[in-house]
């Protein structure tokens, strides 16, 4: 999601600019979610071979797009979104998350949201190369309401 000029330099997103460093640390940070929230739900270790994809946004992205639009496509999708707590206290105005699976548990949806900063939706699937597969095919042949 890092936009870059046409130096290749980095933009600014609000007052901040997201570095390579940022951008590796939000890989590692929903692939280790999405794999813990995975094994959370399913009680199954989610396998070497299989593949995630992510995409983010910032709370500056989300003011310019008006909303959390990937979220709101994303609605229609059934899945598990826990109230979370400690100590009877909420937490999801900090952090709060949408797991969606497969009946068969090979394919998932992971939407995140780190109170108003920023979030994420990792998509997975434990079939090593299907999830690969598919984007590229979604790449190649867009729909015509994409366009």
Do not use: C
Not at 28 to 57: C, E, S
Not at 74 to 82: F, I, S, T, V, Y
Not at 123 to 142: C, D, M, Q, Y
């Amino acid at each position: 999601m890092l936009a870059t000029g046409e130096d290749g330099q980095p933009q600014a997103s609000g007052e901040w600019q997201i570095t390579d460093e940022m951008r590796q640390a939000v890989d590692v940070l929903a692939a280790k979610l999405a794999k813990g929230i995975y094994w959370r739900h399913t009680q199954d270790i989610f396998p070497n071979g299989g593949g995630l994809a992510m995409t983010w946004y910032t709370n500056a992205d989300a003011a310019r797009a008006g909303g959390y639009k990937l979220f709101e496509s994303l609605q229609h999708l059934a899945g598990n979104a826990p109230l979370l707590t400690r100590s009877g206290t909420y937490l999801n105005d900090q952090f709060e998350y949408k797991f969606s699976l497969s009946p068969a548990k090979h394919i998932l949806t992971l939407q995140a949201k780190f109170g108003n900063a920023f979030g994420f939706v990792v998509f997975g699937s434990t079939t090593p190369g299907l999830l690969e597969k598919n984007i590229h095919l979604a790449v190649a042949r867009p729909r015509a309401d994409d366009i």
